[in-house]
């Protein structure tokens, strides 16, 4: 398990924590600008209760990190088009009130935000988010334990029922052939029954051809008796 002294001096450490940028507003809630993307310099000091300048080292120390984070820093032609979205953006609550920078203006994203919480050393806010990272990261690795124990578990099931299987494979095979057996015994059987139908049948017609012949020589025997 990761410790904070770890996800501080590890880069690799804190790459694996940057999805979770939900944890920011766990702890605190984070005041976007009005694209709901991106953050000044103020707003990430505010939120993290320190000053701008602490900000700003710790950016120019880590920069090539938080470029990669989504640091972005407008200058010129894009700083203006950028006020401009933001004015209009802005009406809400006025656009004489959107803060306005002469020269440049760093924007940080929330994964940005999240990537100076693991980096910055002296403020309470950083370390609140830093323990539910990791309080996160343990109850993410004993779930997964708990998982991969019930996986184990129900190998070991199927290990066991596959020898099972194995044990019963003779007596599978047995079984099928006394039943194929059985299966041409009874095949058999149907064939001497349907023979007797076969021969009860012409019995019956004999029957009642020797009834028909009786009958007759008892009509003819009436008719030579003679009359009293």
Known sequence: M?????????RALRVEQMVRVDILDKVKSLVMLPDGIHV???DVARYFEVSTAS?????????????DNGLRTLRGSELQSFHSDMMSLWKGVGAESYPQAPLQLRLYTRRTVL???MLLRESDIARCVRTYLL????????????LDFRVTRIESCLAGVGSALQELGPVLRRMSERFDSLDRKLGATHEVV?????RLADVAHDVRRVD?????????????????
Not at 2 to 10: G, R
């Open 194 to 198: 349907g023979a007797m139908s076969v």
């Open 135 to 146: 309080d996160a990261e343990t109850d993410l690795r004993e779930r997964y334990d708990s």
């Open 55 to 67: 900000v700003r080292r710790l950016t120019d120390r880590h920069q090539a990190e938080f470029t």
């Open 212 to 228: 028909a012949r009786l009958g007759d020589l008892a009509h003819r025997l009436k008719e030579l008796r003679p009359e009293p």
């Open 40 to 42: 000044r310099t103020e």
């Open 115 to 117: 990537n100076v919480a």
């Open 2 to 10: 990761p410790t904070e002294v770890a996800l501080l001096e590890s």
